[in-house]
């Protein structure tokens, strides 16, 4: 008896960016199984320790920055619902290169191919962010008003006329 002929298997083509998986660790878990362990631990410990409250502590603080609570730490997300998003599972926080999205702003302008490695996204949801951004800058009044100081003169000062 002969096997059933199979038809070859298309070949599969990879993008040239594709993000790592991600981790979503649900609140409702986290609460459950490591908060009660970390709790525990914090209660027998009761170390009190400093961290920076300003950008200019912070700039002080050495690199891979180990608060990993921080908002502008780009190892984990929280998102709205409380779930935490870990955006790099297969590393730890001290083998990031860039741990801080202050210190990449810093740096000035980067690409979109940058953005997604530093962000562990696709191009898309990179785009998504930027355009969610620009929408909530327009929207104050603050930001309007210096475009529009700007747009008088080149460096940021009216034309006076005599």
């Known amino acids: 008896m002969q096997a ?17 998986n991600t981790e979503v660790v649900p609140r409702k878990k986290l609460s459950a199984r490591r908060l009660t362990v970390l709790a525990s631990e914090r209660d027998a410990q009761q170390v009190f320790y400093w961290r920076p409250k300003t950008r200019e502590e912070c700039s002080n603080v050495p690199r ?12 984990l997300d929280v998102r709205q619902n ?4 870990l955006n790099f599972p297969d590393i ?18 980067h690409s979109l191919d940058a953005t997604m490695g530093y962000l562990n996204v696709t191009r898309e ?3 998504q962010i930027e355009r969610v951004g ?16 700007l747009d008088d003169g080149e ?4 034309d006076e006329e005599d």
């Open 125 to 127: 949801r990179v785009r």
């Open 64 to 75: 891979p920055c180990p608060y990993v609570g921080c908002k502008h730490h780009l190892y």
């Open 134 to 149: 620009m929408g909530d800058m327009l929207d104050d009044p603050r930001v309007l008003a210096h475009a529009l100081e």
């Open 155 to 158: 460096d940021g000062t009216e």
């Open 82 to 85: 409380g779930n935490i998003r």
């Open 92 to 109: 730890e926080p001290g083998d990031m290169e860039e741990s801080c999205s202050l210190d990449v702003a810093d740096q000035g302008a």
């Open 4 to 20: 059933p002929v199979s038809s070859p298997a298309p070949a599969r083509t990879r993008r040239k960016y594709q993000p790592r």
